[in-house]
Protein backbone atom coordinates (compact mmCIF):
# COMPACT_ATOMS: atom_id res chain seq x y z
CA UNK A 1 0.00 0.00 0.00
CA UNK A 2 1.03 3.58 -0.59
CA UNK A 3 2.97 5.80 2.16
CA UNK A 4 1.07 8.64 3.39
CA UNK A 5 1.12 11.46 0.79
CA UNK A 6 3.64 10.25 -0.87
CA UNK A 7 3.59 7.35 -3.58
CA UNK A 8 1.21 9.86 -5.33
CA UNK A 9 1.13 13.34 -4.08
CA UNK A 10 -1.95 14.42 -3.05
CA UNK A 11 -2.54 16.86 -6.19
CA UNK A 12 -2.33 13.89 -8.05
CA UNK A 13 -4.70 11.90 -6.28
CA UNK A 14 -7.00 14.99 -6.48
CA UNK A 15 -6.53 15.28 -10.56
CA UNK A 16 -7.60 12.03 -11.04
CA UNK A 17 -10.01 12.18 -9.26
CA UNK A 18 -11.50 15.28 -10.65
CA UNK A 19 -10.63 13.19 -14.13
CA UNK A 20 -13.22 10.73 -12.95
CA UNK A 21 -15.81 13.05 -11.46
CA UNK A 22 -19.71 11.24 -11.94
CA UNK A 23 -18.11 8.09 -11.43
CA UNK A 24 -16.30 8.33 -7.95
CA UNK A 25 -17.84 6.98 -4.87
CA UNK A 26 -16.89 8.42 -1.32
CA UNK A 27 -17.55 6.53 1.92
CA UNK A 28 -16.66 7.47 5.59
CA UNK A 29 -16.20 6.24 8.90
CA UNK A 30 -18.05 8.17 11.93
CA UNK A 31 -16.51 7.49 15.04
CA UNK A 32 -13.15 9.57 15.06
CA UNK A 33 -13.23 10.22 11.04
CA UNK A 34 -16.47 12.41 10.75
CA UNK A 35 -17.08 13.09 14.74
CA UNK A 36 -14.08 13.71 17.68
CA UNK A 37 -14.31 10.34 19.95
CA UNK A 38 -16.45 11.25 23.58
CA UNK A 39 -16.23 9.44 26.95
CA UNK A 40 -20.51 8.86 26.36
CA UNK A 41 -20.58 7.55 22.88
CA UNK A 42 -24.77 8.49 22.94
CA UNK A 43 -23.38 12.22 22.77
CA UNK A 44 -21.30 12.14 19.49
CA UNK A 45 -21.80 14.45 16.78
CA UNK A 46 -20.62 15.19 13.50
CA UNK A 47 -17.83 17.91 13.90
CA UNK A 48 -18.51 21.91 12.31
CA UNK A 49 -18.49 21.85 8.63
CA UNK A 50 -19.15 17.85 8.00
CA UNK A 51 -22.25 17.87 7.06
CA UNK A 52 -22.71 20.77 4.70
CA UNK A 53 -19.17 19.54 3.03
CA UNK A 54 -20.47 15.81 2.63
CA UNK A 55 -23.88 17.65 1.27
CA UNK A 56 -21.96 19.29 -1.34
CA UNK A 57 -19.92 15.86 -2.28
CA UNK A 58 -23.28 14.66 -2.72
CA UNK A 59 -24.91 17.03 -4.82
CA UNK A 60 -21.51 17.33 -7.11
CA UNK A 61 -20.19 14.28 -7.29
CA UNK A 62 -22.72 11.62 -6.35
CA UNK A 63 -22.43 8.51 -4.30
CA UNK A 64 -21.70 9.17 -0.41
CA UNK A 65 -22.06 6.75 1.92
CA UNK A 66 -21.50 6.07 5.64
CA UNK A 67 -20.00 3.09 7.28
CA UNK A 68 -19.42 2.29 10.69
CA UNK A 69 -20.01 0.14 13.46
CA UNK A 70 -23.04 2.46 14.85
CA UNK A 71 -26.52 0.96 14.12
CA UNK A 72 -28.11 2.83 10.85
CA UNK A 73 -30.88 4.30 12.83
CA UNK A 74 -28.32 6.61 15.12
CA UNK A 75 -26.60 7.25 11.34
CA UNK A 76 -29.38 8.44 9.97
CA UNK A 77 -30.19 10.34 12.51
CA UNK A 78 -26.98 12.45 12.94
CA UNK A 79 -26.96 12.64 8.75
CA UNK A 80 -30.87 13.79 8.59
CA UNK A 81 -30.13 16.73 7.05
CA UNK A 82 -28.81 14.10 3.77
CA UNK A 83 -31.12 11.80 2.80
CA UNK A 84 -29.38 10.77 -0.27
CA UNK A 85 -26.57 9.54 1.84
CA UNK A 86 -26.62 5.88 2.57
CA UNK A 87 -25.57 4.56 5.70
CA UNK A 88 -23.94 1.11 6.05
CA UNK A 89 -24.36 0.19 10.50
CA UNK A 90 -23.00 -2.37 12.60
CA UNK A 91 -19.85 -2.94 10.01
CA UNK A 92 -22.67 -3.52 6.79
CA UNK A 93 -24.81 -6.02 9.12
CA UNK A 94 -27.71 -2.89 8.47
CA UNK A 95 -28.10 -0.74 5.32
CA UNK A 96 -30.33 1.91 5.07
CA UNK A 97 -30.52 3.01 1.32
CA UNK A 98 -31.98 6.75 0.47
CA UNK A 99 -35.84 6.64 0.94
CA UNK A 100 -35.55 3.08 2.42
CA UNK A 101 -36.01 1.05 5.22
CA UNK A 102 -33.32 -0.02 7.09
CA UNK A 103 -32.54 -3.73 6.17
CA UNK A 104 -30.60 -6.46 8.26
CA UNK A 105 -28.63 -8.66 6.80
CA UNK A 106 -30.25 -12.29 7.06
CA UNK A 107 -26.76 -13.59 8.62
CA UNK A 108 -27.00 -11.84 11.33
CA UNK A 109 -30.75 -11.76 12.34
CA UNK A 110 -30.28 -15.09 14.88
CA UNK A 111 -28.51 -13.10 16.88
CA UNK A 112 -30.74 -10.69 18.21
CA UNK A 113 -31.24 -12.28 21.54
CA UNK A 114 -27.91 -13.71 21.63
CA UNK A 115 -26.51 -10.23 21.97
CA UNK A 116 -29.71 -8.66 24.06
CA UNK A 117 -28.42 -11.53 26.61
CA UNK A 118 -24.85 -10.57 26.28
CA UNK A 119 -25.49 -6.96 27.25
CA UNK A 120 -27.51 -8.12 30.36
CA UNK A 121 -24.48 -10.44 31.10
CA UNK A 122 -21.49 -7.57 30.64
CA UNK A 123 -23.59 -5.10 32.60
CA UNK A 124 -23.60 -7.82 34.98
CA UNK A 125 -20.07 -9.39 35.09
CA UNK A 126 -17.48 -6.77 34.04
CA UNK A 127 -16.24 -3.87 36.88
CA UNK A 128 -17.62 -0.28 37.80
CA UNK A 129 -15.57 1.96 34.66
CA UNK A 130 -16.59 0.13 31.60
CA UNK A 131 -19.54 1.31 29.38
CA UNK A 132 -21.93 -1.47 27.97
CA UNK A 133 -23.70 -0.46 24.41
CA UNK A 134 -26.30 -2.52 22.90
CA UNK A 135 -26.63 -2.19 19.58
CA UNK A 136 -28.72 -4.67 18.78
CA UNK A 137 -26.61 -7.05 16.63
CA UNK A 138 -23.56 -6.66 18.38
CA UNK A 139 -22.02 -5.54 22.09
CA UNK A 140 -19.32 -3.29 22.60
CA UNK A 141 -17.52 -2.49 25.46
CA UNK A 142 -16.03 0.64 26.24
CA UNK A 143 -13.12 0.96 28.74
CA UNK A 144 -12.20 4.95 27.67
CA UNK A 145 -13.13 5.86 31.09
CA UNK A 146 -10.92 2.99 32.67
CA UNK A 147 -8.02 2.28 30.77
CA UNK A 148 -6.52 -0.23 33.46
CA UNK A 149 -9.23 -2.39 32.98
CA UNK A 150 -8.55 -2.90 29.20
CA UNK A 151 -6.89 -6.56 30.27
CA UNK A 152 -9.99 -7.61 32.23
CA UNK A 153 -12.07 -6.72 29.64
CA UNK A 154 -10.13 -7.89 26.59
CA UNK A 155 -9.94 -11.49 28.47
CA UNK A 156 -13.85 -11.61 29.46
CA UNK A 157 -14.82 -10.38 25.59
CA UNK A 158 -12.10 -13.35 24.19
CA UNK A 159 -13.91 -15.94 26.54
CA UNK A 160 -17.41 -15.38 25.31
CA UNK A 161 -16.47 -14.78 21.77
CA UNK A 162 -15.42 -18.45 22.19
CA UNK A 163 -17.98 -19.32 23.95
CA UNK A 164 -20.62 -18.13 22.00
CA UNK A 165 -19.38 -18.43 18.44
CA UNK A 166 -18.76 -15.05 18.04
CA UNK A 167 -16.43 -12.43 16.50
CA UNK A 168 -13.92 -9.92 18.08
CA UNK A 169 -13.66 -6.56 16.45
CA UNK A 170 -10.94 -3.93 18.53
CA UNK A 171 -10.78 -0.33 18.55
CA UNK A 172 -10.39 2.64 20.47
CA UNK A 173 -10.62 1.97 24.05
CA UNK A 174 -13.27 -1.12 23.21
CA UNK A 175 -13.62 -4.17 21.74
CA UNK A 176 -17.41 -5.36 20.34
CA UNK A 177 -18.56 -8.51 20.15
CA UNK A 178 -20.78 -9.39 16.80
CA UNK A 179 -21.92 -12.11 14.51
CA UNK A 180 -19.62 -14.45 12.96
CA UNK A 181 -19.11 -14.29 9.40
CA UNK A 182 -17.26 -12.41 7.06
CA UNK A 183 -19.60 -9.28 7.17
CA UNK A 184 -17.05 -6.15 7.73
CA UNK A 185 -16.10 -2.99 6.24
CA UNK A 186 -14.06 -4.59 3.27
CA UNK A 187 -16.90 -6.64 2.19
CA UNK A 188 -19.51 -3.39 1.88
CA UNK A 189 -16.39 -1.70 -0.24
CA UNK A 190 -15.98 -4.46 -2.72
CA UNK A 191 -19.70 -4.60 -3.14
CA UNK A 192 -20.40 -0.74 -3.29
CA UNK A 193 -17.67 -0.13 -5.30
CA UNK A 194 -18.97 -1.71 -8.26
CA UNK A 195 -20.04 0.12 -11.48
CA UNK A 196 -17.15 2.76 -10.00
CA UNK A 197 -13.82 3.91 -11.69
CA UNK A 198 -12.67 5.97 -8.38
CA UNK A 199 -13.76 5.42 -4.22
CA UNK A 200 -12.13 7.36 -1.42
CA UNK A 201 -12.41 5.78 1.90
CA UNK A 202 -11.80 7.79 5.26
CA UNK A 203 -11.10 5.66 8.37
CA UNK A 204 -9.43 6.26 11.74
CA UNK A 205 -9.12 2.94 13.42
CA UNK A 206 -7.89 -0.57 13.08
CA UNK A 207 -11.66 -2.23 11.67
CA UNK A 208 -11.09 0.49 8.50
CA UNK A 209 -7.88 -1.88 7.22
CA UNK A 210 -10.49 -4.00 5.70
CA UNK A 211 -11.83 -1.25 3.94
CA UNK A 212 -8.14 0.06 2.65
CA UNK A 213 -7.61 -3.44 1.47
CA UNK A 214 -10.53 -3.80 -0.83
CA UNK A 215 -9.68 -0.83 -2.60
CA UNK A 216 -6.30 -2.14 -2.95
CA UNK A 217 -7.21 -4.81 -3.92
CA UNK A 218 -9.94 -3.64 -6.23
CA UNK A 219 -7.06 -1.73 -8.25
CA UNK A 220 -4.51 -4.78 -8.60
CA UNK A 221 -7.71 -6.16 -10.79
CA UNK A 222 -8.58 -3.19 -12.67
CA UNK A 223 -6.00 -0.68 -13.50
CA UNK A 224 -7.92 1.91 -14.13
CA UNK A 225 -9.57 2.20 -10.93
CA UNK A 226 -8.23 4.98 -8.61
CA UNK A 227 -8.23 3.83 -4.78
CA UNK A 228 -7.93 6.73 -2.50
CA UNK A 229 -7.07 5.75 1.35
CA UNK A 230 -7.57 8.77 3.71
CA UNK A 231 -6.50 8.14 7.03
CA UNK A 232 -7.66 10.45 9.94
CA UNK A 233 -5.04 10.41 12.64
CA UNK A 234 -5.23 9.24 15.91
CA UNK A 235 -2.58 8.46 18.38
CA UNK A 236 -4.56 5.12 20.34
CA UNK A 237 -4.62 2.75 17.40
CA UNK A 238 -3.47 4.54 13.91
CA UNK A 239 -0.20 4.00 13.38
CA UNK A 240 -0.98 1.00 11.16
CA UNK A 241 -3.47 3.12 9.03
CA UNK A 242 -0.96 6.01 8.51
CA UNK A 243 1.16 4.00 7.39
CA UNK A 244 -1.37 2.56 4.72
CA UNK A 245 -2.76 5.43 3.81
CA UNK A 246 -2.29 7.54 0.38
CA UNK A 247 -3.64 11.12 2.57
CA UNK A 248 -3.68 11.80 6.34
CA UNK A 249 -5.27 14.70 7.97
CA UNK A 250 -5.06 15.37 11.78
CA UNK A 251 -8.48 15.70 13.01
CA UNK A 252 -12.07 14.83 11.82
CA UNK A 253 -12.17 19.19 11.62
CA UNK A 254 -9.90 18.80 9.01
CA UNK A 255 -12.07 16.47 6.82
CA UNK A 256 -13.80 19.40 5.32
CA UNK A 257 -11.24 21.49 4.43
CA UNK A 258 -10.38 18.24 2.25
CA UNK A 259 -13.19 17.71 0.31
CA UNK A 260 -13.61 21.45 -0.48
CA UNK A 261 -10.12 21.44 -1.92
CA UNK A 262 -11.47 18.46 -3.76
CA UNK A 263 -14.16 19.61 -5.11
CA UNK A 264 -12.41 23.29 -5.86
CA UNK A 265 -10.48 20.92 -8.71
CA UNK A 266 -13.47 20.17 -10.49
Not at 41 to 56: K, N, R, S, W
Not at 76 to 95: I, M, T
Not at 246 to 266: F, G
Request: net charge negative; glycine share 8%; with cysteine.
Amino acid sequence: MAAPDTARSREAILQLTAERAGHCAFFFDFDGTLAPIQEDPETVHPADGIVEALGELSRRLGKVVIVSARPAGFLRERFADLPDVAVFGLYGLEVQRPGGLVETDPSAAPFVQVMSDLADRARAELPAGTRVEYKRLSVAVHYRNAPHLAPEVEQWAKERAGELGLRLQAGRMVVELKPPGQRDKGSVLREETEGHSCAWYFGDDVADLRAFDALTAREAADPDFVGVRVAVANAESGHALIEAADIHVDAPEDVPALLRTLLSQL
